[in-house]
């Protein structure tokens, strides 16, 4: 398997699944993509129908990481996934399961469905890629002797499940900025709580903005950023990308009897790396019928797949909603699906990105491509906070089953686009005890809260405050990586 980049980088070159695992973009600031989708054959999709989840992700994961020896993959994949990680489950028996799916009932015809996707240690479904992503980092390093320090910025979800994919991981450490006493009191707790050697807190005087802003001032001194090892753990990082496939096919045998049936999903999306990895599954050849974007009001996706108009917004443009892990001006794995719409042309994809940084966007309606978005299955639509709070009330209603504000704007948009007879699976990207305001709002009482989680509020805190100066940020680095 080899590696190329979305706007030509490496085409003639060799990049294996372990050159681009610590990197971020391609040097030519494309995305990596492998040069073909590996194909399923209806032999092995029929094996994988019975296979546990560790080992279902061992056989998806090898057809992307040839230059992993099986029996290494075999052993990252099996100490990952287990019922101990994802142990926050609502029905203890479905621990097991990984990712269980839950029917809420039968609607247009069809049954509709959660996947689980968030009892992990941070109860969002960022965990089920990170968690990995820590082993194979863990397994990276040790290979080349290297040692790698994270630096990231979070307002939440992604920099604590960095943290606990991280934590006491020999040669990572990690270092998190956050905006000090800007995130709710669980988020903070979850991540401040950790007493691990290796994770440093930095809670900066400043608001999220500020703390991105810093990141990306310190990456740009190269000269610093080599001389200390630093990386990230973002979004666009293959590997993320890769694990989440598996998930699509597990939800897919839990749902149906035969591979002879078809479902639907819906993804509650932000960055487009949910959904991107679904579209990796339908191209492997899994039997997907429709993928379905779900925005809240920061709708840059879904305008895309109404119109073919991908316009970016600027950061004043961006609202701050309930769903905010949803609050994105720009999806920064889209690229990898643009690559794929255009027939794989590094060319156009180039040009249109320039486009996208120089005039805010672009507009695939007349060129034709935009009419191709229908074979590969996509569709979309919006929610708002209203309808994420009727969402949560009648789901908790009908179905006892309380949702997050992320899931519930999945739910609302799935419910747009129900076909009799094919199962509409919406995967749930977080617990509700996480965004527990709006819960109350909606059902006028507490969030269900995980055993593990009781009083966590109260557990002592590690962190550091600094203020919002780069400079300051780089001698704290310093000081701890000598
Ligand atoms: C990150 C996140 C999303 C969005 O996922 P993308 O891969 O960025 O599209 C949705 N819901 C929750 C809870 C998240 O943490």
């Known amino acids: 398997m080899n590696y190329i980049s979305t706007r030509g980088a490496g085409i003639g070159e060799r990049h294996t699944f372990s050159d681009i695992l610590l990197g971020g973009l391609a040097k030519d600031g494309g995305l990596y993509l492998p040069n073909e989708y590996p194909k399923v054959s209806a032999d092995e ?9 560790a080992d279902l992700a061992f ?25 101990q990680v994802y142990c926050n489950v609502r029905d203890e028996e479905n621990a097991a399961q990984i990712t269980p799916l839950k029917t809420l009932g039968v609607e247009g015809g069809t049954p509709l469905s959660l996947l689980e996707l968030s009892n992990g240690p941070t109860l969002a479904f960022k965990d089920m ?49 956050s905006p000090h006493k800007k995130m709710s009191a669980f988020q903070t707790a979850q991540m401040y709580s950790l007493q691990d050697p290796n994770i440093f807190n930095i809670a900066i005087e400043g608001v999220f903005d500020d703390c991105q802003d810093i990141v990306k001032a310190v990456s740009n001194d190269h000269a610093f950023k080599a001389q200390q090892k630093i990386g990230t753990v973002n979004s666009i990082n293959w590997a993320r990308v890769v694990a989440q496939v598996v998930y699509y096919f597990k939800g897919y045998f839990a749902a149906t009897k035969s591979n002879d049936e078809r479902v639907s999903f819906t993804v509650p999306s932000g960055n487009f790396g ?25 709708d840059v996706l879904d305008e895309f797949f109404r119109t073919g108009i991908y316009r970016v917004r600027k950061s004043s443009e961006t609202y701050h909603t309930s769903s905010p892990s949803m609050d994105i001006s720009k999806a920064s794995n889209f690229e990898r699906f643009v690559f794929d719409l255009l027939g794989r042309d590094p060319k156009r ?34 929610s708002s906070h209203d309808d994420r709070v009727d969402t949560i009330r009648d789901v908790f209603e009908q179905y006892d089953t309380m949702i997050d ?41 507490e969030p269900e809260r995980p055993a593990a989680f009781s009083g966590i509020e109260d557990l002592p805190q590690r962190f550091e405050v600094l203020a919002n100066d780069a400079e300051r940020v780089k001698e704290f680095v310093a000081e701890r990586t000598r």
């Open 59 to 83: 056989e998806i994961l090898r057809k992307f990481s040839d230059d992993i020896p099986d029996e290494d993959l075999r052993e990252l994949t099996r100490r990952t996934y287990t019922a």
């Open 274 to 298: 949910n959904v991107c990895a679904g579209h990796i599954a339908r191209m492997m050849g899994l039997p997907v019928e429709k993928l379905v974007v779900a925005t809240n009001e920061n």
């Open 45 to 53: 999709l029929a094996r994988w129908r019975a296979l546990p989840y």
């Open 349 to 382: 994809v180039l040009q249109l990105f320039r486009d996208v940084e120089e005039k805010g966007g672009f507009d695939l309606q007349a060129s034709g491509d935009f009419a191709r978005v229908e074979e590969f299955g996509f569709v979309s639509g919006r």
């Open 129 to 177: 890629a990170m968690q990995l992503l820590g082993n194979l980092f863990e397994y990276t390093l040790a290979k080349h002797g290297q040692t790698l320090n994270i630096l990231g910025a979070t307002s939440g979800d992604t920099g604590s499940a960095a943290e606990y994919a991280m934590r006491g991981k020999k040669g990572i450490r990690v270092f998190m900025l």
């Open 405 to 445: 504000t992320h899931t519930a704007d999945g739910v609302k948009v799935a419910r747009e686009h129900l076909q009799a007879g094919i199962p509409m699976i919406v995967l749930e990207t977080a617990q509700p005890i996480k965004f527990g305001e709006t819960i109350r709002e909606a059902l006028e009482r």
